[in-house]
């Protein structure tokens, strides 16, 4: 059974850089089906969609994001990661990875709650 | 970009009643279109895709329709569980998503 594991600060200071690692175990991160990605969540709000990268490395990044995003993949370790700079408490939020199939999200992890504060 | 509105933003319904949830593309998605259900402290679980298939294991009670900019899902007959928050979500340029901002279903 595929599960998804986020791993992150909980807390970033404003300006600084926010990093989360995804773990991937019972599948292959390797798989040629699948993007795998990153979306965020605030309280009462509908998802955003972070950006999404293939096992090739190539990576695909939500427009208003870019400029400060690099999402990246360890296939050694089966793990994707988020970086994202210079935050500011509107980066606050629920950050899930995902896999994602070429019409659905089929598998979550859990969340990892990321607070931007001094 | 491609925005989705989903209306109305709350629904309330009885168990056993009909209801009926909708969302609005900005611009053509064919039918590139899934439907979400999230309840609290929960990730969102997919119900249907390609706007009108559903998931693995979704009950028939949830059907989707439309096509191009305007989509609806339809809860045939609320079951206690099915009061949560429903999402829709475009992908005709996958792997971009883009999601609605919710309708909450809740118990009268």
């Known amino acids: 059974q595929l599960q998804l594991q986020e791993s992150g600060p909980g807390l970033v200071k404003p300006s600084e850089t926010l990093s989360v690692t995804c773990t991937v175990s019972?599948?292959?991160?390797?798989?040629?089906?699948?993007?795998w990605g990153w979306i965020r969540q605030t309280p009462g709000k509908g998802p955003q969609w972070i950006g999404s990268?293939?096992?090739?490395?190539?990576?695909h990044y939500n427009p208003s994001l870019k400029s400060r995003l690099i999402i990246s993949i360890d296939r050694s370790k089966n793990q994707f990661s988020l970086r994202l700079t210079s935050v500011t408490a509107a980066d606050s939020a629920l950050y899930y990875c995902?896999?994602?199939?070429?019409?659905?999200?089929?598998?979550w992890g859990q969340g990892t709650l990321v607070t931007v504060s001094s | 970009e491609i925005k989705m509105t989903q209306s109305p933003a709350t629904v309330s319904g009885s168990p056993g009643e009909r209801v009926t949830l909708s969302c609005r593309a900005s611009?053509?998605?064919?039918?590139?279109l899934a439907w979400y259900q999230q309840k609290p402290g929960q990730a969102p679980r997919v119900l249907i895709y390609?706007?009108?298939t559903r998931a693995t294991g979704i009950p028939a009670r949830f059907s989707g329709s439309g096509s191009g900019t305007e989509f609806t899902l339809t809860i045939s007959s609320l079951q206690s569980e099915d009061f949560a928050v429903y999402y829709c979500?475009?992908?005709?340029?996958?792997?971009?998503?883009?999601f609605g901002g919710g309708t909450k279903v809740e118990i009268k």
């Open positions: 995902a896999r994602q199939s070429e019409v659905e999200i089929d598998n």
């Open positions: 611009q053509t998605v064919a039918n590139s």
């Open positions: 979500q475009e992908y005709n340029n996958w792997p971009s998503l883009t």
């Open positions: 990268i293939y096992f090739s490395g190539r990576a």
């Open positions: 390609g706007a009108s």
């Open positions: 019972g599948g292959s991160i390797s798989s040629p089906d699948y993007y």
